[in-house]
């Protein structure tokens, strides 16, 4: 049971962080919405703000800043397409916020083992 749970929260993370954030930056960019606002600016806000709501802020912000960084090269100079960038890099925030999800919830079904 442990493992189901600390699976599924880390899934169901990832796939909020990830798949729902990056729907609706595609769906900004099919209505033709600045990509420097849609790629670089909220691109990576949902899995940032959930990590900082964490109480690890300081990962929140460094991941913020590296791939705010990496997309705002790529469209400076032309490396990838817009769509492109949006599937690739909002893999880091999901990645480290599954990461973080899983640690807690491993954590959590521990604990709760413990005390019954």
Known sequence: ???FIVLSA???TA???YGVPVSMELEMLR?????WLVCVLFADFPGCAFLFVLGFRSTALIVYLLTTAAKASALFFGWEPHQTLLWTTNVVP???SGAVMFRIALRWTVLHEEGA
């Open 10 to 12: 880390a899934l169901l």
């Open 94 to 96: 999901a990645v480290v």
């Open 31 to 35: 209505w033709h919405a600045n990509p």
């Open 1 to 3: 049971m442990r493992g």
């Open 15 to 17: 796939v909020l962080v």
